[in-house]
Nanobody
Framework: QAPLVESGGGLVQTGGSLRLSCAAS????????MGWFRQAPGQEREFVAH????????AYADSVKDRFTISRDNTKNTVYLQMNSLKPEDTAVYYC???????????WGQGTQVTVSS
């Protein structure tokens, strides 16, 4: 298992920044691809960003490209999402997820609320 705990959410003004963290337990974190997703009220959960287990490749949704950066520190079993130039439409609950090698996202955190005021 890879229990995941997100932190770092909060209230920020348009144009501001936040850094989300997702701490994972277990010895196999470094072998998991990690992703961030978000879900706004009344909407489906959507993909935000992904980073490979090695950290050498990332992918982003078009809506956050050039504003958000995903990174990981395998020595700390933690993945981060640096969010800059935040917009009201970024308001959502943000979830991190872990994908064991050869599988899709199997483990999910409880989510952290991000609210961007206009």
């Amino acid at each position: 298992q890879a229990p995941l705990v997100e932190s770092g959410g909060g209230l920020v003004q348009t144009g501001g920044s936040l850094r989300l963290s997702c701490a994972a337990s277990g010895r196999t974190f470094s072998s998991y691809g990690m992703g961030w997703f978000r879900q706004a009220p009344g909407q489906e959960r959507e993909f935000v960003a992904h980073i490979r287990a090695s950290g050498d490749s990332t992918a982003y949704a078009d809506s956050v490209k050039d504003r958000f950066t995903i990174s990981r520190d395998n020595t700390k079993n933690t993945v981060y999402l640096q969010m800059n130039s935040l917009k009201p439409e970024d308001t959502a609950v943000y979830y991190c997820a872990a994908a064991p090698a050869g599988f899709g996202y199997r483990y999910w955190g409880q989510g952290t609320q991000v609210t961007v005021s206009s």
